[in-house]
């Protein structure tokens, strides 16, 4: 197994422009999410998936938006890229939503906006 | 609302020796805690976790964690360090709905 898989790995953008990163998971994971990691910050909470067809907002989702295109995939989407969202973008997946469930990480994104 | 401080940004120890990294939580119920190690490059992987029963939990990787609700922390050990297990580390809490919040982080050097 892959475990959570993550496109692409580093990526920089100009200001303004738009990018979808990409995850997938092959735990048949009911639950994924979208983290930023930014220094001295921890990670931060951007957009979740309870369930397949569900979305909702985390901590910081401003700028961002999520499509879970089916029970493995999850993407997260820059419409308008600004130097305050170069960070790394982790995503994760856990069984479902019942803190029971430990979250499974990818390797996460590196992305720069300049 | 759940938070984690974690008070010390980086730390370093000399191979061999004993190490314990500190966390402190603010969560009104009984948290679910994590502990993270995150290699360079790498995404987070979970060392060990506690839920509830026994205060002291064991991990992954030779570490273990203990639990003490009347100081709200959750501080890791291990009793020997190996160069290895220089990463940076995570404590978390989860609240309900396995929303998360991690701390910042304690980066982790080891000396030959």
């Known amino acids: 197994n892959a475990g959570v898989t993550q496109t692409p790995k580093f990526q920089v953008l100009k200001t303004g422009q738009s990018m979808t990163l990409q995850c997938a998971q092959d735990?048949?994971?009911?639950?994924m999410y979208w983290y930023r990691q930014d220094p001295g910050m921890g990670l931060r909470l951007i957009y979740y998936?309870?369930?397949?067809?569900?979305?909702d907002k985390g901590e910081v989702p401003n700028g961002y938006n999520v499509s879970r295109l089916n029970k493995r995939e999850f993407s997260l989407r820059l419409e308008s890229a600004a130097p305050s969202q170069t960070s790394v973008y982790f995503c994760?997946?856990?069984?479902?939503?019942?803190?029971?469930?430990?979250?499974?990480f990818g390797p996460g994104t590196r992305l720069t906006v300049t | 609302a759940q938070s984690v401080t974690q008070p010390d940004i980086h730390i370093t120890v000399s191979e061999g020796a004993s190490l314990e990294l500190r966390c402190n939580y603010s969560?009104?119920?009984?948290?679910?805690l994590f502990w993270y190690v995150q290699s360079p490059g790498q995404g987070l992987q979970l060392l060990l976790k506690?839920?509830?029963?026994?205060?002291l939990v064991q991990g992954i990787k030779g570490f273990e964690a203990e639990f003490k609700r009347s100081q709200s922390s959750f501080n890791l050990r291990k009793p020997s360090v190996h160069w290895s297990d220089a990463a940076e580390y995570f404590c978390?809490?989860?609240?309900?709905?396995?929303?998360?919040?991690f701390g910042a982080g304690t980066r982790l050097t080891v000396k030959p």
């Open positions: 978390a809490v989860g609240a309900r709905n396995n929303d998360m919040r």
């Open positions: 998936s309870a369930s397949e067809g569900t979305t």
């Open positions: 506690y839920f509830s029963g026994d205060t």
């Open positions: 735990m048949n994971h009911n639950s």
């Open positions: 969560y009104g119920a009984t948290p679910y």
């Open positions: 994760a997946s856990s069984k479902s939503r019942d803190r029971h469930y430990e979250q499974y």
